[in-house]
């Protein structure tokens, strides 16, 4: 059995209490965006823990960095690794520390052997919908010609743009509002791709699987009737001798 590695070792470890960490994350993105009435207190603390639960995905990365037998080969396979952890220190906003956040999770998602294609599309779809709502919704409530002034506005929005349907009942009037759109619009439609291509490699699957069955049935029925071909040579063979020898 192959021996695991310090680095491997490490992510194991450190893979759920980084998923527990995420999960915080985003309820100390949302408690402030939600609650309109939250103070200056409570924003603050809840700041802390998003840049808190960064530091940790940081100081990750550098300890896998550290553990890895090839450091050069690491950083150029886990580039946008590095990237999610240098994001927010070039400008900090909280959108890029959401999109760190979410970038740095889902790479580590990818490491679990034992987490489904399926899992890791709807967990996409639910963080991308729950962030693209409170982003778009902490960016356009205080516009004076936005119009998603609510969290079940910002909720259909996202819906609906994430699905390209685009109603136009709602859409945002700001800069950062019209990035976020784009960026779900791309994300909605790279996981519609990514869904449509596991239907159809599962097809495609179980369409050669039912060929293999009916290949391996055909050649069982050939070999068969082979062998009753040569059994009735032998049944002849043997009813001419017994002829003969009468």
Same mark, same amino acid.
């Given at each position: 059995?192959?021996? &695991?590695? $310090? &680095? ?6 450190? %893979?759920?209490p980084?998923? $527990? ?15 309109? +009435?939250?103070? =200056? ?17 940081? @100081?990750?990365?550098?300890? /896998? ?6 450091r ?21 906003l ?11 999770v889902?790479? /580590?998602?990818?490491?679990?052997? %034992?987490?489904r294609? #399926? ?15 409170? $982003? ?13 002034? #609510?969290?079940g506005? @910002? ?15 709602? @859409? ?5 509002g ?15 791709g ?22 391996? =049935?055909?050649? +069982? ?10 059994? /009735? +040579?032998?049944? #002849? ?10």
């Amino acid at each position: 059995m192959k021996e &695991q590695s $310090a &680095q491997e070792r490490w992510e194991h470890l450190t %893979q759920r209490p980084l998923m $527990a960490l995420a999960v915080v994350f985003a309820v100390a993105y949302a408690v402030p965006i939600v609650d309109d +009435a939250a103070g =200056q207190s409570l924003t603050t603390v809840c700041t802390a823990i998003e840049w808190a639960v960064w530091g940790a995905f940081a @100081a990750d990365y550098l300890v /896998r960095l550290s553990l890895s037998r090839d450091r050069r080969r690491f950083v150029r396979k886990h580039w946008l690794d590095l990237g999610a952890v240098v994001l927010p220190l070039i400008q900090p906003l909280r959108l890029l520390r959401v999109v760190a956040t979410l970038l740095l999770v889902q790479r /580590r998602a990818r490491m679990a052997s %034992q987490i489904r294609l #399926t899992t890791y599309v709807a967990g996409a779809v639910v963080g991308l919908l729950m962030f693209g709502s409170l $982003a778009v919704l902490s960016a356009e409530r205080d516009s004076p010609d936005g119009n998603i002034r #609510t969290l079940g506005d @910002a909720v259909w929005w996202s819906f609906t743009t994430m699905t390209t349907v685009g109603y136009g009942d709602h @859409a945002p009037t700001t800069g950062l509002g019209r990035i976020i759109a784009v960026g779900l619009m791309l994300s909605g439609i790279a996981l519609l791709g990514v869904v449509t291509a596991n239907i159809a490699a599962w097809f495609i699957a179980r369409f050669e699987k039912d060929d293999v069955e009916e290949r391996l =049935q055909t050649e +069982a029925i050939v070999a068969l009737t082979e062998e009753v071909k040569a059994l /009735r +040579a032998q049944v #002849t063979a043997l009813q001419e001798q017994h002829s003969i020898r009468q």
